[in-house]
C-alpha cells in the first residue's frame, strides 16, 4: 500500500537519500575515470583507487539507510519494491566501478585500449544524467524526467558502440596477447554492464512517475 502522491511532498526524505546515492555513484565515476588516466602512475594511481573505494563504502552506507528507512516506514510514499530496485541499482553501478579499478590494480594491466577510457568518460557523464534522472522524484511529474531520460539512453548507445568497437580491436588487431584480451574484454564489459544499470534506473524512475501522474 502507497499514500496517495500528495504526501511525496511532506516527507522527501527518501527522495533525498536517492539523490545522495545517484551523486555517490556520479562522484565514483568521475574518480574511476581519473584513474584509469593515471592507472600507470604508482603513487597517483593508488590514492585514485583508494578514492573509489571510498566512495563506494559510502554508497553501501546510503543504501543501508535507505533500506532503514523503508523498514521503518509503516505506509512508504512510493511502492517498496520500486524505491529498494532503484537503489540496489545504483549500487551495482558503484560495486562495478570499484571492481574495475581492482581488476586493473591485480590483473596488473599496462596498458589499455582506448575504447576502455572513453567509455570510462561516457559514463561519467551518463551519471551526471543520473543524478537528473533521480531527482525528478522530487516532483513526479513526466515532464521533470523525459529529457535526462533521453540525455542517459544517447549516451548509453554510446557507450554500446564504444563496446563493440573495443571488442573488435582486441579480436581483430595484432599484438594482444590471449590474456590481454581476457583481461581488458573483462574490464570492458563490466564498464559496459555498468551504463546498463544506469539506463534501468532511468526506466524504473520513468515508471515510478508515470504510475503516479
Same mark, same amino acid.
Given at each position: 500500500?502507497?499514500?496517495?502522491?500528495?504526501?511525496?511532498?511532506?516527507?522527501?526524505?527518501?527522495?533525498? %537519500?536517492?539523490?545522495?546515492?545517484?551523486?555517490?555513484?556520479?562522484?565514483?565515476?568521475?574518480?574511476?575515470?581519473?584513474?584509469?588516466? /593515471?592507472?600507470?602512475?604508482?603513487?597517483?594511481?593508488?590514492?585514485?583507487?583508494?578514492?573509489?573505494?571510498?566512495?563506494?563504502?559510502?554508497?553501501?552506507?546510503?543504501?543501508?539507510?535507505?533500506? =532503514?528507512?523503508?523498514?521503518?516506514?509503516?505506509?512508504?510514499?512510493?511502492?517498496?519494491? =520500486?524505491?529498494?530496485?532503484?537503489?540496489?541499482?545504483?549500487?551495482?553501478?558503484?560495486?562495478?566501478?570499484?571492481?574495475?579499478?581492482?581488476?586493473?590494480?591485480?590483473?596488473?594491466?599496462?596498458?589499455?585500449?582506448?575504447?576502455?577510457?572513453?567509455?570510462?568518460?561516457?559514463?561519467?557523464?551518463?551519471?551526471?544524467?543520473?543524478?537528473?534522472?533521480?531527482?525528478?522524484?522530487?516532483?513526479?511529474?513526466?515532464?521533470?524526467?523525459? $529529457?535526462?531520460?533521453?540525455?542517459?539512453?544517447?549516451?548509453?548507445?554510446?557507450? =554500446?558502440?564504444?563496446?563493440? /568497437?573495443?571488442?573488435?580491436?582486441?579480436?581483430?588487431?595484432?599484438?594482444?596477447?590471449?590474456?590481454?584480451?581476457?583481461?581488458?574484454? $573483462?574490464?570492458?564489459?563490466?564498464?559496459?554492464?555498468?551504463? =546498463?544499470?544506469?539506463?534501468?534506473?532511468?526506466?524504473?524512475?520513468?515508471?515510478?512517475? %508515470?504510475?503516479?501522474?
Amino acid at each position: 500500500m502507497t499514500w496517495p502522491v500528495r504526501f511525496w511532498a511532506r516527507d522527501q526524505g527518501l527522495v533525498l %537519500l536517492l539523490q545522495q546515492q545517484a551523486e555517490a555513484v556520479h562522484r565514483g565515476a568521475e574518480a574511476l575515470r581519473a584513474f584509469l588516466a /593515471e592507472f600507470d602512475e604508482p603513487e597517483r594511481a593508488g590514492a585514485l583507487s583508494g578514492a573509489v573505494r571510498g566512495i563506494e563504502r559510502r554508497g553501501d552506507e546510503i543504501e543501508r539507510a535507505i533500506i =532503514d528507512r523503508l523498514d521503518k516506514a509503516l505506509f512508504p510514499p512510493l511502492d517498496r519494491g =520500486d524505491i529498494y530496485a532503484i537503489a540496489n541499482k545504483m549500487e551495482s553501478v558503484l560495486d562495478i566501478v570499484e571492481g574495475v579499478a581492482n581488476r586493473v590494480e591485480l590483473y596488473a594491466i599496462t596498458m589499455l585500449i582506448p575504447e576502455v577510457p572513453a567509455i570510462a568518460d561516457q559514463l561519467t557523464s551518463e551519471t551526471a544524467a543520473l543524478c537528473d534522472v533521480v531527482g525528478a522524484l522530487r516532483v513526479l511529474r513526466p515532464a521533470s524526467v523525459g $529529457e535526462p531520460a533521453q540525455r542517459l539512453k544517447a549516451i548509453e548507445g554510446d557507450v =554500446d558502440r564504444i563496446y563493440r /568497437e573495443g571488442v573488435a580491436r582486441l579480436f581483430k588487431e595484432p599484438g594482444f596477447s590471449p590474456l590481454e584480451v581476457l583481461k581488458l574484454k $573483462e574490464v570492458l564489459e563490466r564498464l559496459e554492464e555498468a551504463s =546498463d544499470h544506469c539506463e534501468d534506473v532511468a526506466a524504473l524512475v520513468q515508471g515510478i512517475i %508515470l504510475k503516479h501522474a
